[in-house]
């Protein structure tokens, strides 16, 4: 389970065939998202999706932004991610964090760990939309 300072996050469609995911935003402005990896998301090799971790992380950088902007509407305009390490079934933890802001772009950075242990970095440029 869990801890419990993670709340259910409710998602769409996508987010919902993906998880269930667990939120977190620290003071810090760090937002975390929890997800228990289950045989589904699993590639052939028996680790966890490539595909898979882009959308965990997608999820946390959004998270992040929408916790500082109070839920404006936004669209990830790039995601750079670095494949560092394997993890399988079990709990992950993608926390994401703003970088810079401008007045119409946020730029985020984030990780993905599994039992501790890095796995994946990323970062990304956030669209405000309606901003200029």
Known sequence: MPP???TLL???PFSSLTGPYYA????????SLLIRIENMHLNRGRSVHGGML????DNAHIGAVKSATGGVMLSTLSLQCDFIGLAGQG?????AWISRKTSALIFTSG???ARGELIMTSSG???LLGAK
């Open 54 to 57: 882009l959308a965990i992380s």
């Open 10 to 12: 409710t998602g769409g």
């Open 125 to 127: 440029i956030i669209k």
């Open 111 to 113: 990780e993905i760990r």
């Open 91 to 95: 709990w992950l933890e993608a926390t």
């Open 4 to 6: 419990p300072s993670h």
């Open 24 to 31: 977190h935003c620290a003071e810090d402005g760090r937002y």
